[in-house]
């Protein structure tokens, strides 16, 4: 039993400070929707308002067909899963999953079916009598899952829950939560500071910034067509190279842009005609600029620093006038700090930032 | 290398020296000096006289004994559990972070302050017969007056009346402490699971104290088995010792009659009866950590 959340023009103050401002949000049933950004963007303070945990300042938050923001956390039909599990520690497993069916007066009979379909699912059916404090935090991490699971909730609430396990099992609960996902089809609702975290999951990626929706859109979106300098400098690791942009002039179907160190370029890309370079960047990623072989001449960059991934080298460089860039190459590569390597950009992958930050996509890009 | 490091512990043993001589010269020596004297007839004006168990004997075969036992039962009986579940009821009610629950948390814990001679001055104020407070309040709803401090039963209860609201501010400050390491997203888990303001404090927040509610039990029993002052001062054990404490008991063998042997005695029992309500107290609460719902 999914359901669509709705967040119409959601503010949220504390005091004259202002936490979110105006946000918007419709999310699909069945959905995986992602809320990134940097810490303090306000992404969990937008999940614990639709969760009752925070008031509403202004604006009003459905779910389903119900206007959910007067009402009490217990009463609006969503599970939350916390950063910090949030288990009741003197109680075992299966009381921890069975105490919110408890409270709404569930028949023992059918809390004992839900509970142990749930441990079956999550495999911590041989846990159901130890409590919290025997429990690793990968299975502790479950049983706050299952928490949930048992309520058959109309939408799942995800606050930041896979940070406080270790990488390897990070990456494995990621996979299970996909697959969780891909078995419920509930809606979900998951806050993250994780870029991997959010590629891997969303459906759709909510970028939040600075009190602010940033963009919303699959993470290719998100990643490929960044709507503005923050979402393209945030997502991706590297992050995304931003060179300064000296002039730009119409050029046949497309522009020529100077930019600094690299000589001009010229994109097949479609500006608005106030558009203006003072201030303007050009944006490319460092799997979109290639090393060119020995004797083939490009652009010049020196290499300062190389960090060997295995399955990919990252070449951090200055080009001739010293603006730094990040360029891949791949894992076998033979470069060394020092180095004078030729370079060359995919023109097709290239962005290009206004001084408001909007962006402006290369066709074909 | 190993010599050097054996010279050295020993050389630490100095550091912890000015502690051990205390410790052993007011409190280890004491307690086994009083057990000596507990075996002794002695008056503490002349060498004493080993008698074996007979001041132990003699003890307990005094009705006086056996009155001051009993009316100490009853006074940590009633005192403890009401200690106990006030001091709760107050730091669940003012642990929040408004100015007048900070300062609601000083006025109930300034009455620990006072010195016993204060508390019970104040307390005689209100149970005095004629000019008291209670008196008054009686008159003016047209009650006959009752003598708190000189009638059998209510003089014990008056006693009692001084000594919680003397002693509340510990109990309430250790719950209080307790309360504020309760982790507050149990408590958003507890609202999401549609838990009722009833369910939260059988179910959450008593279990997430008990060991605290434990500790406060024991230390109430140890500290309220050693009434004295309150009684001697407002009721000085009247009327025909129905209000007459152990420590009272004591004290009056020892340092009125001069049977020090006998009061040592009386005291080596004393220390049983509070090691044993205490270790029961523990032994119950381990058992069943959980409070019911």
């Known amino acids: ?48 308002m639709i969760a009752g945990l925070e008031d509403v300042t202004a604006g009003t938050i459905s779910v389903g067909d119900q206007r959910v923001d007067t009402l009490p956390p217990g009463k609006r039909g969503v599970a939350m899963v916390f950063q910090s599990y949030a288990l009741y520690p003197h109680m075992t497993v299966a009381q921890n999953m069975s105490f919110g069916l408890e409270n709404i007066k569930v028949s023992k009979e059918e809390i004992q079916r839900r509970v142990h379909l749930a441990a079956e699912t999550l495999e911590i059916a041989h846990l159901l ?85 940033e963009q919303i859109g699959t993470p290719i979106t998100i990643y490929r067509r960044p709507a503005t300098r923050f979402v393209a400098g945030f997502v991706g690791s590297p992050a995304m190279n931003f060179i300064p942009v000296q002039n ?96 060359a950009l995919d023109i097709s992958a290239i962005h290009l930032f206004g001084a408001d930050g909007v962006a402006h996509h290369a066709v074909g890009g | 290398m190993a010599e050097s490091y054996r010279r050295s512990h020993w050389g630490h043993a100095v550091f912890v020296l000015p502690y051990l001589t205390i410790f052993a010269l007011l409190l280890a020596f004491p307690l086994f000096w009083s057990v000596w004297l507990s075996l002794h007839k002695v008056d503490l004006f002349g060498p004493g006289r080993f008698v074996g168990l007979g001041n132990y004997a003699r003890v307990l075969a005094d009705p006086v004994f056996l009155q001051a036992f009993r009316n100490t039962v009853v006074f940590v009986a009633l005192s403890v559990p009401t200690l106990v579940a006030l001091g709760l009821f107050l730091a669940l009610a003012l642990n929040r972070t408004t100015r007048a629950a900070s300062f609601l948390r000083g006025l109930f814990f300034s009455s620990s302050v006072l010195s016993v001679a204060i508390v019970t001055l104040i307390w005689r104020f209100v149970f005095i017969p004629g000019e008291g407070l209670m008196p008054l309040i009686f008159e003016q709803l047209g009650l006959q007056p009752i003598n708190f401090l000189s009638t059998a039963g209510w003089s014990l209860f008056s006693v009692g009346v001084a000594t919680v609201w003397w002693c509340i501010g510990l109990p309430m400050m250790l719950f209080l402490a307790a309360l504020q390491q309760i982790p507050g997203d149990l408590y958003e888990a507890a609202a999401l699971d549609n838990a009722s303001p009833w369910r939260v404090l059988t179910r959450i927040t008593l279990p997430s104290i008990a060991r605290t509610v434990m ?79």
């Not at chain 1, 406080?164 to 996979?175: H, I, M, Q």
């Not at chain 1, 600029?289 to 060997?308: T, W, Y």
């Not at chain 1, 399955?311 to 791949?330: N, P, Q, V, W």
């Open chain 1, 129 to 213: 009598d130890r409590k919290p404090q025997k429990l690793s935090g990968g299975q502790r991490q479950r049983v706050a899952i299952g928490r949930a699971i048992v309520k058959e909730p109309k939408a799942f609430l995800f606050d930041e829950p896979l940070s406080n396990l270790d990488a390897a099992l990070r990456g494995r609960t990621r996979l299970e939560l996909a697959q969780l996902h891909a078995r419920l089809r509930s809606t979900m609702v998951f806050v993250t500071h994780d870029q991997v975290e959010a590629m891997t999951l969303a459906d759709r990626i909510v970028v939040m910034h600075n009190r602010k929706i």
């Open chain 2, 215 to 293: 500790l406060v039990t024991v230390i109430q029993i140890v500290m309220q088995f050693q009434l004295f002052g309150q009684a001697h001062l407002m009721t000085n054990g009247g009327p025909s010792g129905t209000s007459r404490p152990l420590v009272m008991y004591i004290y009056e063998v020892g340092f009125v009659r001069w049977d020090v042997g006998k009061g040592a005695a009386a005291s080596e029992l004393l220390f049983l009866i509070i090691l044993c309500a205490a270790m029961v107290q523990y032994v119950v609460s381990t058992r069943k950590p959980e409070v019911a719902e």
């Open chain 1, 1 to 48: 039993m999914s359901a669509s959340i709705e967040i119409t023009n959601v503010s949220k103050n504390y005091g004259t400070l202002t936490v979110l401002d105006d946000i918007s949000l419709s999310i699909k049933p069945g959905e995986f929707v992602v809320f990134l950004g940097p810490s303090g963007c306000g992404k969990s303070t937008l999940l614990r």
């Open chain 1, 248 to 343: 730009i002039s119409q050029n046949g179907n497309g522009v020529a842009i100077d930019a600094s160190g690299l000589g001009i370029l010229n994109a097949e890309l479609h500006l608005p005609t106030a558009f203006s370079p003072e201030g303007a960047a050009l944006g490319i990623r460092a799997e979109d600029i290639s090393v060119l072989p020995a004797g083939q001449s490009g652009i010049p960059l020196i290499v300062e620093v190389v960090e060997r991934l295995g399955d990919r080298t990252l070449i951090y460089g200055r080009l001739s006038d010293g603006t730094k860039l990040t360029a891949e190459a791949d894992g076998r590569a033979q470069v060394n700090a020092g180095d004078r390597l030729e370079i």
